[in-house]
């Protein structure tokens, strides 16, 4: 699987975009980017998912490079809840385990 | 929808117990994942099982753990003679058969060894 890097930590505004960055250098063709976040004491909850395009579900938008090298989690507007550890997981398609990095802890602020 | 059940939420044994931690899956979903989150740390895969099989248990410890998912009933992993290294949180996680990446996890069991 490729290797992700992210940041440690970021700060956000309450009602700001939030810009989670996610590098995956060594990314291959085949290999899907996925983002989860896992509030304070729970489990972690899928947010969205892809391959080349960018997409958007109802949680945030997901913006992938033209080279798919690094790609950012948007979500729009950020409450006090969104703050979670964010972790950018790469994988080949039909295996099977999620292997999660450090992944970024994000706090957002009133 | 009821989403991913664990049970017990909280378990408390001393050492040289055994502890059995059971997760129902999402209804529909026939894939369950175990993984391991100790204090401070990210979340480690320990196994994947369908009904009846294990399919990877690569992440498994090769003594006193072990997991099963039968035909009826939940998910259980097991972890015989309980040392204080045990102590984490445990969560399982569900999915369907084609979408194994979008993993639905259960609120987790948080063991205490004593």
């Known amino acids: 699987d490729a290797k992700t890097t992210q940041p440690t930590s970021m700060d956000c505004a309450e009602g700001r975009a939030a810009n989670l960055p996610c590098n995956h250098s060594?990314?291959?063709?085949?290999?899907?980017v996925y983002w989860y976040r896992q509030i304070h004491s729970q489990g972690p909850q899928y947010i969205i998912h892809g391959l080349k395009n960018n997409e958007t579900n109802e949680m945030a938008s997901l913006i992938i490079t033209e080279d798919r090298k690094s790609s950012t989690l948007i979500l729009p507007h950020a409450t006090l809840r969104d703050t979670a550890v964010y972790y950018c997981?790469?994988?080949?398609?039909?295996?099977?385990?999620?292997?999660f990095g450090t992944g970024t802890r994000l706090q957002v602020f009133p | 929808n009821a989403g991913v059940m664990q049970n017990p939420r909280h378990l408390v044994r001393r050492r040289g117990q055994e502890a059995r931690l059971r997760c129902s899956p999402m209804?529909?979903?026939?894939?369950v994942y175990w993984y391991r989150q100790l204090p401070e740390e990210g979340l480690k895969f320990m196994v994947y099982l369908q009904k009846e099989n294990i399919i990877d248990e690569s992440g498994m410890p090769k003594e006193r753990f072990s997991a099963e998912f039968p035909k009826e009933g939940p998910s259980i992993l097991r972890i015989q003679q309980v040392v204080r290294g045990d102590s984490a949180a445990y969560f399982c996680?569900?999915?369907?058969?084609?979408?194994?990446?979008?993993?639905?996890f259960g609120p987790g069991t948080r063991l205490t060894v004593t």
């Open positions: 060594t990314i291959s063709g085949n290999e899907y």
């Open positions: 209804k529909g979903h026939s894939h």
């Open positions: 997981i790469v994988r080949v398609e039909n295996t099977d385990k999620l292997i």
């Open positions: 996680a569900s999915s369907l058969r084609d979408r194994i990446y979008e993993q639905y």
